[in-house]
T-cell receptor
Framework: AQKITQTQPGMFVQEKEAVTLDCTYD???????LFWYKQPSSGEMIFLIYQGSYDQQNATEGRYSLNFQKARKSANLVISASQLGDSAMYFC????????????FGTGTRLTIIP | NAGVTQTPKFRILKIGQSMTLQCAQD?????MYWYRQDPGMGLKLIYY???????DKGEVPNGYNVSRSTTEDFPLRLELAAPSQTSVYFCASSPRTEPGNTIYFGEGSWLTVV
């Protein structure tokens, strides 16, 4: 079964608009973490934001926020006031506490910001 | 700050050749990982290690081998390279098993098998 699902292969957004990138996950582990990474065209993986399964509040990091809906197993990334430099691939990932320690990635969403 | 260092950054291999991708981290992290990323896809785990002397298979281990003789180093060996191994390889490390500890990635190694 797919652990991490990103249903938007690509998105185009006007500069300065907000954008939501969808991510749903599947786990039976009570303790897990959800991550978002940005991968620009240069290829490196840049950590953006983290949400723990027991965190009561949604995580925020500057223009990034994570809309965590635990019952729906959803962890959407919201980017406010998008900038041209936000154009990149975005990956949602999950790390489960028990079993193994790997980070499982979704297939990614390619975000393009239009001037 | 070096972080996670991968070498080489680019390499072209002929079918049937072997090579080793080097990975070193200077953060004293217990956990290390090798991922591959095929074009337009997410990352898939090849092998991982929870400490020196301990390694385990990930999702796509066939055609690869690893060793972890020290905390710092986690080399990935490709034996008998095949075109299907053309990919970008990422090494990563993490301090502990708690879910909130982020994983630090190297800059990637671009491998082409022809």
């Amino acid at each position: 079964a797919q652990k991490i699902t990103q249903t938007q292969p690509g998105m185009f957004v006007q500069e300065k608009e907000a954008v939501t990138l969808d991510c749903t996950y599947d786990t039976s582990d009570p303790s897990y973490g959800l991550f978002w990474y940005k991968q620009p065209s240069s290829g490196e993986m840049i950590f953006l934001i983290y949400q723990g399964s027991y965190d009561q509040q949604n995580a925020t990091e500057g223009r990034y926020s994570l809309n965590f809906q635990k019952a729906r197993k959803s962890a959407n990334l919201v980017i406010s006031a998008s900038q041209l430099g936000d154009s990149a691939m975005y990956f949602c990932a999950m790390r489960e506490m028990f079993g193994n320690e790997k980070l499982t990635f979704g297939t990614g969403t390619r975000l393009t910001i239009i001037p | 700050n070096a972080g996670v260092t991968q070498t080489p950054k680019f390499r072209i291999l002929k079918i049937g050749q072997s090579m080793t991708l080097q990975c070193a981290q200077d953060m004293n992290h217990n956990y290390m990982y090798w991922y591959r990323q095929d074009p337009g896809m997410g990352l898939k785990l090849i092998y991982y290690s929870v400490g020196a002397g301990i390694t385990d298979k990930g999702e796509v281990p066939n055609g690869y081998n690893v060793s972890r003789s020290t905390t710092e180093d986690f080399p990935l060996r490709l034996e008998l390279a095949a075109p299907s191994q053309t990919s970008v390889y990422f090494c990563a490390s993490s301090p502990r098993t708690e879910p909130g500890n982020t994983i630090y990635f190297g800059e990637g190694s671009w491998l082409t098998v022809v």
